[in-house]
């Protein structure tokens, strides 16, 4: 009486087997090809690093500027990782100007400008209390190839490793790249009234 049970046990048994096997077998396989891709990709990105590290400058621009453009996120992360830190200071201006532009907006810290007059000192101190130490730049009408963008009564520039932007006549700002890939300068809000120094992170 109990043959008829081990023999459906053991069908049982080997159904399931029959059918774990090909799923085990083809989630292996696609575990060993996202594995490939991937070593296939190191490898690529190594390369690109290296082209940007290395000796001819004409590459590494025109290398820069292809991963740039590709429309692959983490190529273009890469690049700009890269130039900013290149001793190549051409391809280090070219990546400051790439990724400020891909901003659709730069959001600046501001202090007090301990330089400053005295009266302008308190004058941004109130202003801070008033308003906070937050400030918005907005980045759009970009213009990627003279490195300036507009918005409504904004506007700027970039030049080599330098920020120049302005808000009609009642907001300036000279803003540098600094070693570590952050910004900072000095703005002046009011007409002139306030004075700050300023500093952003890119990334």
């Known amino acids: 009486m109990r043959r008829p049970i081990v023999h459906a046990a053991l069908l049982g048994a080997l159904g399931l087997s029959a ?11 696609t575990a060993a090809e996202i594995l490939e891709r991937a070593r ?4 690529e990105i190594e ?23 590709s429309g692959d ?3 273009r992360l890469i690049a700009y990782e890269t130039g900013l830190v290149s001793a190549d200071s051409l ?15 730069l959001h600046l810290t501001l202090a007090p400008d301990p330089s400053a007059p005295k009266a302008i000192q308190e004058a941004s101190a109130e202003y801070l209390v008033k308003n906070g130490s937050g400030l918005v730049v907005p980045i759009d009408g970009r213009n990627a190839e003279a490195g300036t963008f507009k918005s409504g009564h904004w506007q700027g520039q ?11 006549s009642r907001i300036a700002g000279t803003m540098s790249l600094r070693d570590d890939n952050a910004i900072a300068g000095v703005v002046r809000l009011e007409s002139g009234r306030t004075q700050f120094l300023a500093s952003a992170k890119l990334r």
């Open 73 to 75: 996120e983490a190529l």
């Open 40 to 43: 296939g990709q190191a490898r």
């Open 91 to 105: 391809l280090r201006a070219m990546a400051f100007k790439a990724l400020l532009l891909s901003q659709n907006n």
């Open 158 to 168: 970039v030049s080599g490793t330098e920020l120049v932007f302005s808000y009609s």
């Open 19 to 29: 059918l774990s096997i090909p799923a085990v077998a083809q989630a292996q396989g």
């Open 47 to 69: 390369e690109l690093r290296k082209v940007l590290n290395g000796p001819d400058q004409n590459l590494r621009l025109a290398t820069f500027d292809a991963m740039v453009k």
